[in-house]
């Protein structure tokens, strides 16, 4: 009983530190995709304006509220939908090892496809109705093209999400384990 109580606070933790991560990149990235538009934009009209990463905002309206939401709905997803469960079964079925990297590239792949596709809609629903227009919400059309146009750049986020959760999987899980003192458990193949 205590172990699994343990398990499930590293869990807990671990997702916890994953989305804000998460969060914090891709409304950065979010901000820079939505420069590199507007100097197409004012290109057409003859405006010259250059994307830049010193004109990233951090206020809290364009960075702050982002990013607490985007972390909020990462957290969500992994939490309540099993996408690590099916990563691990997917990792078990083409027979990766546990602890391996392919396994965990495997089950980030997983994560972040699913994590992508889901926070790329609700996120640009959410800018749209938040930062631009709050009657937006109102307008099918409006939130249509929002959701459009958070599919629209999956080429660019889904790497990134993948590449992001191979690198910090394992590191923040460690981290967990070692804020909370629970132990690695012991996992032998084919075991999940």
């Known amino acids: 009983m205590e172990h699994e109580k343990n398990e499930r ?49 951090f206020s809290v309206i364009k ?5 607490a939401i985007g972390a909020l709905i990462g957290f969500c997803i992994v939490y309540f939908i099993p ?3 099916w ?5 078990f079925k083409l027979k990766a ?4 990297l392919w396994f965990s590239v ?3 792949f ?18 749209t109705v938040i930062l631009v227009d709050p009657a937006a919400g109102e307008h ?19 790497p990134i999400a993948w590449l992001l959760a191979v690198i910090i999987a394992n590191p923040s899980e460690k981290l967990a384990r070692l804020i909370l003192k629970v132990p690695e458990p012991k996992l032998e193949y084919g075991q999940h």
């Open 140 to 158: 099918a059309l409006t939130l249509g093209l929002a959701i459009l146009g958070g599919l629209k750049y999956l080429y660019l986020f889904f």
């Open 63 to 67: 960075f702050w509220l982002p990013a």
């Open 110 to 127: 997983v994560i972040a496809a699913i994590m992508v596709l889901i926070l790329s809609v609700l996120m640009s629903i959410l800018t």
């Open 106 to 108: 495997i089950v980030a």
């Open 83 to 85: 996408v690590i469960k």
């Open 9 to 57: 606070n590293v869990k807990i933790l671990n997702i916890a530190m994953q989305s804000i991560v998460f969060g914090v990149v891709f409304t950065l990235l979010g901000q820079y995709v939505g420069m590199i538009e507007k100097a197409a934009y004012l290109s057409t009209i003859g405006v010259p304006f250059e994307p830049s990463l010193s004109a990233l905002s």
């Open 97 to 100: 090892k546990p602890g391996s």
């Open 87 to 91: 990563g691990v079964g997917l990792a």
